[in-house]
């Protein structure tokens, strides 16, 4: 089991970038969330999907965030303008039914 | 309602004591309450999971104690060990197919 497989591991890039974050969930999953984690906010809920629908985004901050899954197995998570409070760790996780959640070990983001 | 308070922020414990996190909730619908360990550089991974129709869940060192009438639950690690230091989040929801509400996160580190 490969578990959940996020890229890229770490990424810095310049205030204004464009920033994608990608997720490979577990295999047989059906529900995927991505998180954000940082020191003052903690672990945040961005968004969730279900069978490759989103069934909240009530967490994404602002319209600079987006998430996609064309597919069961492929998500990415984009930051379009990207701004230094961005910087932060974000994970992404899956889940089967009535199973835990399984994170991946996320990608630690720096906007400078 | 929707919050998960969890204490202490941080826990520093001799090797061999027992550590002690609580955490308290208030939506009387959440029925399943799950904690995740956390160490640097990587995701939360569940560590041991709880549903309100028992009082006390045990697995090796890692014990959940429940107190649905005062809406309470804590982790105890019993026979501390320094590989126990991590950050350590209790959760819930409504059902394991919701969200997890998660708490503030505790930082604990035993002491050799």
């Known amino acids: 089991d490969a578990g959940v497989i996020q890229s890229p591991r770490h990424e810095v890039t310049e205030m204004g970038q464009e920033v994608t974050l990608r997720c490979k969930p577990i295999s047989g999953h059906d529900y995927l969330f991505w998180y954000r984690q940082t020191m003052m906010r903690g672990l945040e809920l961005l968004i969730y999907?279900?069978?490759?629908?989103?069934?909240?985004d009530s967490g994404m901050p602002e319209d600079r965030f987006s998430a996609k899954m064309p597919n069961a197995s492929f998500s990415t998570l984009k930051i379009q303008p990207s701004e230094p409070r961005d910087s932060a760790v974000y994970f992404c996780?899956?889940?089967?039914?009535?199973?835990?959640?399984?994170f991946g070990d996320g990608t630690r983001l720096s906007i400078l | 309602q929707q919050q998960v308070k969890q204490s202490p922020q941080s826990l520093i414990v001799q090797k061999g004591g027992i550590s002690i996190i609580n955490c308290a909730y208030e939506n009387t619908a959440f029925d399943y309450f799950p904690w995740y360990q956390q160490f640097p550089g990587k995701g939360p991974a569940l560590l041991i999971a709880i549903r309100p129709d028992v009082s006390e869940k045990k697995e090796g060192r890692f014990t959940i104690s429940f107190n649905k009438s005062a809406k309470q639950f804590s982790l105890h690690i019993m026979d501390s060990q320094p590989g126990d230091s991590a950050t350590y989040f209790c959760?819930?929801?409504?059902?394991?197919?919701?969200?997890?509400?998660w708490g503030a996160g505790t930082k604990l580190i035993i002491k050799p």
């Open positions: 999907f279900n069978n490759n629908v989103p069934i909240d």
């Open positions: 959760a819930a929801s409504k059902g394991s197919n919701y969200q997890l509400i």
């Open positions: 996780a899956s889940k089967g039914n009535n199973q835990p959640q399984h």
